[in-house]
């Protein structure tokens, strides 16, 4: 956005950011939330969710917390899983429209400026990351996925995974959400589609991981990922 650029706005926004271990993230990850949150919005809330972690993320979002009571924390005692984490916060959220975002920093919070422009048109305005900075074993673990959800569930989403995602907050209060780990993504996107909410997808800017360990690649959530995907696959269908 240049200095001309009209900035989107709106009357209230919740900003969700699930975190699993990201003591050496989540600080800046509230900060660029706070920053870009407080340009599109005067009434502005950033819901972290700790999934169980066991370093020090706690410890920084409370200190956050401290200086700005805009910063909430949720707190699992223990690890739930990623679907858990998100669906915690956007069901906890309070404003109008609801953002969520991860707390590893692979992702610039300015663009939320994009999604609210979209807001008017569609009750879920999804990113998807146009040069995605993975490794190749999971950008091709990713195509595959998305070919299955498509396959599946007919859910023409270029990056269904994509931790971009903004919805009114009638849709989140509309629907079940039952997955708790990866396949929370494509529950909720094809709820939405099925209740009648339209999508509108945009591209994305995705940057290196700057500290830390990602997850969502290990065998377990994985695992996890597919047996979500089979118990709900007639639920989702029908």
Request: hydrophobic share 45%; charged share 30%.
């Amino acid at each position: 956005m240049t200095a001309a650029t009209v900035l989107p706005r709106c009357r209230s926004l919740s900003i969700v950011l699930p975190a699993y271990d990201e003591e050496a993230n989540v600080g800046r990850a509230i900060e660029a939330a706070r920053t870009a949150g407080s340009r599109f919005t005067d009434d502005l809330e950033i819901i972290v969710v700790d999934d169980g972690s066991r370093d020090g993320t706690t410890d920084r979002v409370l200190a956050e917390a401290a200086v700005d009571p805009r910063v909430r924390l949720i707190r699992f005692p223990d690890n739930r899983g990623y679907g858990a984490a998100v669906k915690t916060g956007l069901q906890a959220a309070t404003k109008e429209l609801v953002f969520f975002t991860d707390s590893d920093l692979q992702f610039d919070l300015e663009q939320i400026g994009e999604l609210l422009a979209r807001s008017a048109e569609a009750g879920v305005v999804v990113g998807y990351r146009a040069d995605r900075s993975d490794s190749w074993p999971r950008k091709l673990n990713a195509w595959a996925w998305n070919r299955l959800q498509r396959a599946l569930f007919d859910l023409d989403v270029r990056d269904v995974d994509c931790a971009f995602k903004l919805f009114r907050r009638e849709v989140i209060a509309s629907m079940p959400m039952r997955s708790e780990g990866a396949f929370f993504s494509t529950e909720i996107l094809v709820r939405a589609r099925a209740a009648g909410h339209r999508i509108v997808e945009l591209p994305v800017r995705h940057y290196p991981r700057r500290a830390g360990s990602p997850s969502g690649a290990r065998v377990a959530v994985i695992a996890r990922a597919f047996r979500e995907l089979w118990r709900l696959s007639g639920d989702l269908r029908t």
